[in-house]
């Protein structure tokens, strides 16, 4: 009932920013609307299992982060425009991973993947040395 897709991805040197974004088309016959999922973004990189990487609710008013990208991304959303951001900064070689967006009808936050109903493709992000 709802489609993510990101994009923003690229390759960027290490210290330097990117800006991923995740549209999301909700059916028009589904009950609900893009606001009343609660939303997050996952990561994998080659070899490892996907890690959570930050969540928002479904109002935007509680968010919550993986310790390794505390203090550095920031998530956010816009419910008017059916779009999910996720700021990163400072990057380091280690955040190279293909980032995936995702949807959950549970309350609140959560960093459990299992949680998450939909999810987009992904979208290759590189940070260089």
């Known amino acids: 009932q709802v489609q993510l897709v990101e994009s923003g991805g690229g390759l960027v040197q290490a210290g330097g920013s990117l800006r991923l974004f995740c549209a999301a088309s909700?059916?028009?016959?589904?009950?609900?609307?893009?606001?009343?999922?609660?939303m997050g973004w996952f990561r994998q990189a080659p070899g490892k299992e996907r890690e959570f990487v930050a969540a928002?609710?479904?109002?935007?008013?509680?968010?919550d982060y993986g310790d390794s990208v505390k203090g550095r991304f920031t998530i956010s959303r816009d419910n008017a425009k059916n779009t999910l951001y996720l700021q990163m900064n400072r990057l380091k070689p280690e955040d190279t991973a293909v980032y995936y967006c995702?949807?959950?009808?549970?309350?609140?936050?959560?960093?459990?993947?299992?949680?998450?109903?939909?999810w987009g493709q992904g979208t290759q992000v590189t940070v260089s040395s």
């Open positions: 928002i609710s479904w109002s935007g008013g509680s968010t």
């Open positions: 995702a949807a959950s009808t549970v309350p609140g936050t959560t960093k459990n993947k299992n949680d998450y109903s939909y």
């Open positions: 909700v059916r028009t016959t589904s009950s609900r609307t893009f606001s009343t999922y609660a």
